[in-house]
Each structure stands twice: as C-alpha cells, then as structure tokens.
C-alpha cells in the first residue's frame, strides 16, 4: 500500500509560467515532508520542506503547501526555469521511538519547463 | 565540504553473488540510511544506522545487511543476488536527533546478470 503518492507522471510548462506538483499521503503520523529534486546520475537533491504545524514555507522561487485535512502537499515553482526540468519526488517521515526517522517517497514527477 | 559520497558508481554481478557497497557521510552527520530505487519507482528505504546500530528496518530480507564504523562511514551488503535487486542503491546521511534533512549520494548502480 502506497502511502505517498504522486499521480501525474509527467508535467510541462513553459518557462516563466507556474509549476504545480501534488502530493497526497495516507498515514496521519506523518509529521514532516520533504521535496527533493534528482538529475538523471544524479542522487536526489533536497530542495524543501515543511512541518506538519505549518501550513506554508517558502524559499525563493519554490513554495510547499499542506492541507492536513486533506493529506495533500504541493510544491509551487514560480516562475519555472529550463534548469528546474528534473524529477521531483515527495516525501514523508514519521519519527519513531529512539529518534529514527525514515523517508517515505512518492513515485516522482517528471517536470519539463520548454524555454 | 565534502557531500555524501557512494562506491562504486556502478557494478555488475551474478545471481548468487555477494555485494557490498559503501557510504561516507556528509561532514558533521552521524546518521547513515540506505535507500533502493528500481526504475521508475521513488526510493525505498532499506535500513538506518546510528551510533553503529541499526536503529530501524524497512520491508528486506535478511539478505540485506549493514554496518557502520566509528568514523560514521557504512555498508551495505546483500547476499545471494537475485536479478530483482538491480536497481540504483543510494545512500544518506543525517544529523541524529535534528528536523535537518537527508541528503543523498549519487548511488551504485547494481546491475544483476
């Protein structure tokens, strides 16, 4: 059972435009989520986060919402770059007893910004 | 600053085969995860190390083994290859006991034949 999904494989936008990815999960014990971006031969790069007491951070271009009611995140790029074109993949951790924690991954979107 | 840093970048074995893949942590982080990530899937957490211990498990066998040493580096070791265990093996480190987050390595590209 998937508890971290992302159901659009893909996404285009022209550069300048908006770029929204969507996240939903299942598991309300998660209490912190991550947006990380990967090149190809590349390892996953972190690009944001936010705690489940917010419901908005913001870094620059890039923008991450949650709506707990929903189990739903997005992560906003304004304006998209050719350079964002890269697979997002969202993330989840739960944060057990003794302080380990383990990410949760989303199958990823593959965002192409055409110039 | 050195980041997390994987070797090697690729290999290739036989089913039954014995593989193991190693991790040094970014500077400053003492906590070690392994990740696997088959094509076209999101990474799938394999097991955690802290303090030398592993601390917590996903859903692999017991073919899945690891270890980490006092400088924080680690391994990854998987006994009796199957060809479902190709995939890119990626490593990441943390600081224990902080909301900072995981940052990855480049990963091993395990090749099963």
């Known amino acids: 059972d998937q508890q971290v999904k992302q159901n659009s494989p893909s996404l285009s936008v022209q550069e300048g435009r908006i770029s929204i990815l969507n996240c939903d999960y299942t598991?309300?014990?998660?209490?912190?989520f991550l947006w990380y971006k990967k090149y190809p031969a590349e390892g996953p790069t972190f690009l944001i986060s936010i705690s489940s007491i917010k419901d908005k951070n913001e870094d620059g271009r890039f923008t991450v919402f949650l709506n707990k009611s929903a189990k739903h995140l997005s992560l906003h790029i304004v304006p998209s770059q050719p350079g964002d074109s890269a697979v997002y993949f969202c993330a989840a951790t739960e944060i057990y007893q003794g302080g380990s924690e383990k990410l949760v991954f989303g199958k990823g979107t593959k965002l192409t910004v055409n110039p | 600053d050195a980041g997390v840093t994987q070797s090697p970048t690729h290999l290739i074995k036989t089913r039954g085969q014995q593989v193991t893949l190693r991790c040094s942590p970014k500077?400053?982080?003492?906590?070690v995860s392994w990740y696997q990530q088959a094509l076209g899937q999101g990474p799938q957490f394999i097991f955690q190390?802290?303090?030398?211990?592993?601390?917590q498990r996903g859903n692999f066998p017991d073919r899945f083994s690891g270890h980490q040493f006092p400088n924080y580096s680690s391994e990854l070791n998987v006994n009796a290859l199957l060809l479902g265990d190709s995939a890119l093996y990626l490593c990441a480190s943390s600081l224990g006991g902080t909301d900072q987050p995981q940052h990855f390595g480049d990963g091993t590209r395990l090749s099963i034949l």
């Open positions: 190390y802290y303090e030398e211990e592993e601390r």
């Open positions: 598991n309300s014990m998660f209490d912190y």
């Open positions: 500077s400053g982080h003492d906590t």
